[in-house]
């Protein structure tokens, strides 16, 4: 999971709920420093949740852009059923179009971490129309690494046995990556990860972790989006293998970007230079393309 680092709320962030033809979802919206040059809208990563790209959204704002957090349904601040069909691949892709719906702006831009990136995929193949541009950070199309497989397993597995609580110790016990440093607002972000962890849905953890071990290979269909589209992660990224990522980049013809000395949340540790990389990348979308020419 993406840990941040701090709780505050950047300047022009409002925190409210999105009412789209599909549900009200919990977001974190910001509005740009003087004139918007465009609208992103940004899908967290498994276990996560809208926090995950407080980060990003002070750098994203100054730059000129909207940008919209959301916590999914279940996820969190955003209520959710009970049920398994109801967090299907495609009805969690409807969810995100009917958000860039209702934002208001017209096509956006759209960006998925982790996760969030199999979701943001599948609303691109959907809606094309809706996105002006598709970001998978810290995603691919292919199978996440073996230790990812196995980790995602026993946390499925032990949701079916044990209290969430349990679950929550144990996985605060195995969780050494390390990524993000101690803060002198260790405790309040101590209980915020567990608050989120308790808030959200037992099937929403245990649905998005079948779609992750899905052994479905998603080159071609991120190939055949009318999209630009762009590929982002860090140069110790741990969750996806580095080389999948990079060959899908290729065949696919994506806009590649590898953030030197980050790992899965650029988001997190890297948001400035993460921020650069992107809006240069919506920057050439605005740009009309001639045949022949590279996303």
């Not at 409807?94 to 956006?108: E, T």
Request: charged share 25%; hydrophobic share 40%.
């Amino acid at each position: 999971m993406s840990k941040p680092r701090s709780l505050a709320l950047p300047t022009r962030t409002r925190v409210r709920r999105l009412v789209t033809a599909r549900g009200d979802f919990a977001v974190l919206d910001a509005g740009p420093a003087g004139e918007r040059r465009g609208t992103v809208l940004l899908l967290p990563g498994y276990t996560g949740s809208k926090e995950d790209f407080l980060a990003l959204l002070g750098p994203l704002g100054e730059a000129g852009y909207r940008a919209v957090a959301v916590d999914g349904r279940g996820q969190y601040e955003t209520p959710g059923p009970r049920g398994r069909a109801a967090y299907r691949r495609k009805a969690l892709a409807l969810d995100a179009v009917a958000q860039a719906v209702a934002l208001g702006d017209g096509p956006v831009h759209l960006l998925g971490h982790s996760f969030g990136g199999l979701v943001a995929r599948a609303a691109a193949s959907l809606a094309p129309g809706a996105f002006r541009s598709l970001t998978l950070l810290s995603s691919g199309p292919g199978r996440v690494s073996r230790p990812q497989r196995v980790r995602v397993r026993v946390l499925r597995a032990a949701l079916a046995l044990l209290p969430k609580e349990r679950v929550w110790q144990a996985m605060c016990w195995l969780d050494s990556r390390g990524e993000e440093p101690d803060t002198d607002d260790a405790p309040q972000l101590a209980d915020f990860l567990r608050r989120r962890w308790t808030r959200t849905r037992i099937a929403q953890l245990s649905g998005a972790g079948r779609l992750l071990l899905s052994r479905t290979d998603g080159t071609a269909e991120l190939a055949a989006l009318p999209l630009p589209l762009h590929m982002a992660y860090g140069a110790d990224e741990t969750v996806w293998p580095t080389a999948d990522l990079a060959v899908a980049a290729a065949r696919t013809g994506a806009h590649h970007t590898v953030v030197a000395g980050a790992g899965h949340s650029p988001n997190v540790s890297h948001p400035r230079e993460l921020t650069d990389r992107l809006t240069g990348f919506w920057e050439r979308t605005a740009v009309p393309r001639t045949a022949g020419t590279a996303r």
